[in-house]
């Protein structure tokens, strides 16, 4: 007697909940996430064995590119409401008699890193020149040669840690130097820091991977 044969059936899954699951995580990140702004400029940092992160919130950060330009941000304090950045720019502008609108000082806000004299501010903020473009174009590409200025004629990095600290005592200090930066631009960051009174800050390295030999 001939056995009977049951038909296979090849096995069938449904995609459909998997493709919706996607979806709706991916509305979700985009939703929530936050991307982080566009450096000036593009800064290689050494390598280092240490884990501890760096914070977040209530920082300023100086940059320091292999050239030895030095770049400024700050972010907008433990509350948005304060208009951290703001104030700080408003301590600026009363310092070196310059006057900003409040369109200005809102769009500041939101703004990242800068490196370029306070007196250019205004025009960076606002994309261009009433005198001309061209012009603007011109003083900007200088100013950014140029970075913030730390000379002894006109130190404006050492006013805006001086001012940014005399708003907000708790802010935490972030340097990030290129590996190919002089020593001698890095050290003398380091004395306008400790000139207004800053010994405590964090430096930004990469983790570098630690090969574990096993003997055996």
């Known amino acids: 007697m001939s056995k ?98 409040p369109k200005q000082y809102e769009t500041f806000s939101k703004l990242s890193a800068f490196g370029m004299p306070v007196q250019l501010l205004n025009q960076w903020i606002d994309k261009k020149d009433p005198t001309g473009r061209d012009k603007f174009q011109k003083q900007l590409k200088e100013a950014k040669k140029d970075g913030i200025p730390t000379d002894s004629a006109d130190n404006q990095l050492a006013w805006w840690i001086l001012l940014t600290r005399q708003v907000d005592q708790n802010i935490q200090v972030g340097i990030k130097a290129d590996m190919e930066t002089d020593y001698k631009v890095v050290k003398k960051i380091l004395d306008i820091l400790q000139d207004k009174k800053v010994n405590k800050f964090n430096l930004t390295t990469n983790l570098e991977k630690v090969e574990v030999k096993i003997e055996n």
């Open 4 to 101: 009977i044969k049951i038909q296979k059936k090849s096995p069938h899954i449904d995609m459909t909940p998997m493709v919706d699951l996607f979806a709706l995580l991916l509305t979700f990140f985009m939703l929530t996430s936050t991307f982080r702004p566009q450096e000036p400029a593009v800064i290689d940092t050494p390598s280092s064995i240490s884990e501890k992160q760096a914070p977040d919130k209530e920082i300023l950060n100086i940059s320091i590119d292999k050239e030895g330009k030095v770049y400024f941000n700050l972010d907008n304090g433990p509350d948005t409401t304060t208009k951290f950045r703001e104030k700080v720019l408003e301590k600026m502008a009363e310092q070196y008699k310059l006057k900003f609108t």
